[in-house]
Nanobody, 125 residues
Framework: QARLVESGGGSVQSGGSLRLSCTTS????????LAWFRQAPGKEREAVAS???????IYSESVEGRFTISRDNSISTLYLQMRSLQPEDSAMYYC???????????????????WGQGTQVNVSS
């Protein structure tokens, strides 16, 4: 059974940095598309970034240039390096996985079948 576990969230001041991690098990994640999503209270879940099995990446406009998604397949771990954080980045961050090597509609959550429980990021001004 697939399991995705996020870590690395916390509280930081505006302009600060955090690195999120997502360890996967029970699922050959190294072969497939993985992504980060986030959801703030009262808002819909939105895509942050995705990475295909070959390492190709896609970012949402709101984070491009500030966030970097990466993966270490040797330890089945997905990362999200976040820099220049702003209060509007505050949300619960989730990692998610597809069973496609090339991300299918990477910014649409409904095509991701595996999800973690989330890690909270709070950015204060």
């Amino acid at each position: 059974q697939a399991r995705l576990v996020e870590s690395g969230g916390g509280s930081v001041q505006s302009g600060g940095s955090l690195r999120l991690s997502c360890t996967t098990s029970g699922y050959p994640s190294s072969l497939f598309c993985l992504a980060w999503f986030r959801q703030a209270p009262g808002k819909e879940r939105e895509a942050v970034a995705s990475i295909g099995g070959a390492g190709n990446t896609i970012y949402s406009e709101s984070v491009e240039g500030r966030f970097t998604i990466s993966r270490d397949n040797s330890i089945s771990t997905l990362y999200l390096q976040m820099r220049s954080l702003q209060p509007e980045d505050s949300a619960m961050y989730y990692c998610a996985g597809q069973e496609y090597a090339v991300c299918a509609r990477p910014l649409e959550p409904h095509l991701y079948i595996y999800w973690g429980q989330g890690t909270q990021v709070n950015v204060s001004s």
